[in-house]
């Protein structure tokens, strides 16, 4: 089998490959799945799979590997920073890990720490295989990801794997974020495969393979349509996933330094850093060299702007923030990547600039790259701007696309009660308060209990009642003055001469109809 490629759905033509896939329960054809039958079917040709090993994953969350493993393992490790706060695949409880197989396991052979990967906390030579999916990328720079490396390496025995998938950026446009690292051809040169590599002491099993069959499966997808999918448009970028094998060989004997870096991305990341360690002016002298750099890439410049206007927010520069989206709005509405407009289009809302942030918000929802929170969220922000201009009629309908994209049985619930209490709402401002009524109680219906919304809901309901009830009291009083009204009136006494004539021109008796 080929060991280092990126992920095709090709691979599923493989009778062994779909045999793992049902073995694993992963029975979409997407990347994600790929890569826990790439590195299951990878450690199966290699001979670690033999009842025996000792293996450790590295930020597995409560992957079905972890258990699959127990099976064909002699000793598991699971580890990740369970009990997060930031990642929603290691939220929940250590405890809870053992409890989340789809299929039968040894849990005796099972232990689930929580661990930060920068620090593996076992003795050198632990381990036969090290594994993890799509997670060594999630630290802050690129100094943490080498000593992540370097704790690999530590923790493997002489002649052990570590098997790695990690996110792709297949475009010659690099993209790095704080923990969101992805790997490029570039990347893979310096760290892996070049003369004088970042990562020593490994040999990898075979050179990457970064081929594609021409399949259609394999075209990239809007974001918003991830389900059976290989590529993915992402901030102006395709993702797709790459896998890594790597025999530990000799000894890590390089340190990490960021020459292989374009100097763009050694000011920004040190930025980043800064930023995070609440030192704003440093970061901002550091964004600011970035801006200075000869020919800068627009799409580059509007990321280095997207993180100076969150230092000068932190140092309640509003003002200095204010000229940034003003000057920065022509080149954001020919961006691709969502990440820098959602951020341009909240802060040129907070400082006041909300024409010029609907226009981004509009933008955000067409984009490939945008996923479906962005979509809904892009909506609801749209609607509050005709609201504010007290356009009903177009926040409704803004209402109703939001809605519209929410999928059943997905997170993209919870803004319901949201869209249902503000299109309540807006019937309310209208007047209509049967239909404000209606939205109100179906947010009640589904918010959560006691919850701030919900209380709301319930207040505003209690409102359109009270104001149902006055105008229904004020119409009995209205129907009850009018028949009064009609009974002294000699407009009355007038119909009554002509009822009566009337019923005489006809040969009856008029009282009848009196």
């Known amino acids: 089998m080929k060991f280092c490629k990126l992920a095709d759905v090709a691979d599923w033509q493989d009778p062994e490959f779909q045999e793992i896939a049902s073995l694993l329960m992963e029975g979409d054809r997407n990347r994600k799945a790929w890569e826990f039958v790439q590195v299951y079917q990878a450690l199966q040709h290699l001979g670690l799979l033999n009842g025996e090993s000792k293996a450790i994953g590295l930020g597995v969350g409560h992957e079905n590997l972890i258990y699959a493993f127990t099976n064909v393992c002699g000793y598991v490790v699971a580890t990740d920073l369970y009990e997060s706060q930031d990642w929603s695949t290691a939220a929940m409880a250590v405890q809870d890990i053992y409890e989340r197989s789809p299929f039968p396991y040894q849990r005796d052979r099972l232990l689930v720490q929580h661990m930060d990967m920068r620090q593996i906390e076992f003795p050198d030579q632990s381990f036969d295989f090290v594994w993890s999916c799509c997670a060594i990328e999630h630290v802050n720079n690129f100094h943490d990801l080498h000593q992540v490396y370097r704790e690999i390496h530590r923790v493997l025995k002489p002649g052990g794997i570590a098997a790695l998938t990690t996110e792709f950026n297949t475009t010659n446009d690099p993209r790095y974020e704080p923990n969101m690292l992805f790997t490029d051809r570039a990347w893979v040169d310096a760290w892996l495969t070049g003369a004088d590599p970042l990562v020593q002491g490994f040999d990898l099993i075979d050179l990457p393979d ?305």
């Open 210 to 514: 970064f081929s594609l069959s021409e399949r259609p499966e394999n075209q990239p997808v809007p974001r918003s349509q991830t389900l059976g999918a290989i590529q993915v448009y992402c901030g102006g970028i395709v993702l797709n996933s790459i896998a890594f094998f790597l025999r530990k060989s000799g000894e890590f004997s390089r340190s990490y330094d960021e020459q292989w870096l374009p100097p763009f991305w050694r000011l920004y990341l040190a930025a980043c850093d800064a930023y995070r360690d609440y030192d704003y002016a440093a970061a901002e002298a550091l964004l600011k060299q970035t801006l200075e750099i000869e020919a800068l890439e627009s799409r580059l410049k509007i990321r280095a702007l997207r993180r100076l206007i969150e230092a000068l927010y932190a140092q309640n520069k509003v003002e200095e923030v204010q000229q940034i989206c003003a000057a920065m709005l022509p080149a954001c509405l020919s961006c691709q990547d969502e990440d820098q407009l959602v951020s341009f289009a909240i802060h040129s809302w907070q400082c006041g600039l909300e024409a010029e942030a609907n226009q981004l918000y509009a933008k955000l929802e067409t984009l490939p790259s945008a996923n479906v929170d962005v979509i809904i969220q892009s909506r609801l922000q749209q609607a509050r701007y005709y609201e504010k201009q007290e356009n009903w009629e177009k926040a409704l309908e803004l209402m109703g696309k939001a809605e519209q994209e929410i999928i059943p049985g997905t997170h993209t619930e919870v803004y319901k009660p949201k869209i249902y209490f503000r299109t309540g709402h807006i019937y309310e401002k209208l007047g209509k308060l049967a239909s404000a009524i209606r939205f109100y109680r179906m947010a009640i219906r589904i918010s959560p209990s006691d919850s701030e919304l919900q209380l709301a809901c319930y207040r505003r309901l209690t409102v359109c009642l009270q104001a149902e009830l006055d105008q229904e009291r004020e119409r009995a009083a209205q129907l009850e003055a009018t028949n009064r009204w009609m009974q002294t009136s000699k407009f009355w006494k007038l119909r009554s001469v002509v009822v009566g004539v009337k019923a005489k021109l006809q040969g009856r008796d008029p009282s009848p109809s009196l």
